[in-house]
């Protein structure tokens, strides 16, 4: 069995949430830990039909991102990281995914 070349950081979110709720979240999310969105588009359009995929970087000219895919149909949302990233990307997981949960708490709220 081949050796896994990323990671997935599953967020929970609530059933139902729509693309607009889950964009303004990402927003909100990144923009507390000091990352910008460098793309937005979908992920595995075969696989995850209808999917918004997510690329974050902290400065445009530093190599490394890290991505994050929302999956309305299933209410699924994860973040990847590939194991070959740089440590800035490494140690900006859990700042992200913190913020994430936080931005998910708020709405429930």
């Given at each position: 069995?081949?050796?896994?070349?990323?990671?997935?950081?599953?967020?929970?979110?609530p059933?139902?949430?729509?693309?607009?709720?889950?964009?303004?979240?990402?927003?909100?999310?990144?923009?507390s830990v000091?990352?910008?969105?460098?793309?937005?588009?979908?992920?595995?359009?075969?696989?995850?039909?209808?999917?918004?995929?997510?690329?974050?970087?902290?400065d445009?000219?530093?190599?490394?991102?890290?991505?994050a895919t929302?999956?309305d149909?299933?209410?699924?949302?994860?973040?990847?990281?590939?194991?070959?990233?740089?440590?800035?990307?490494?140690?900006?997981?859990?700042?992200?995914?913190?913020?994430?949960?936080?931005?998910?708490?708020?709405?429930?709220?």
């Amino acid at each position: 069995m081949p050796t896994k070349k990323s990671t997935d950081y599953h967020v929970e979110i609530p059933e139902g949430l729509t693309p607009v709720e889950m964009t303004g979240i990402v927003e909100r999310a990144a923009e507390s830990v000091g990352l910008y969105i460098s793309h937005v588009g979908s992920y595995s359009r075969k696989k995850y039909p209808n999917s918004i995929h997510w690329h974050f970087k902290r400065d445009p000219k530093e190599r490394g991102l890290l991505d994050a895919t929302f999956w309305d149909i299933k209410s699924l949302f994860w973040l990847m990281i590939r194991h070959s990233e740089p440590r800035w990307v490494k140690q900006m997981v859990p700042k992200l995914l913190a913020a994430l949960k936080r931005e998910v708490a708020a709405l429930e709220a």
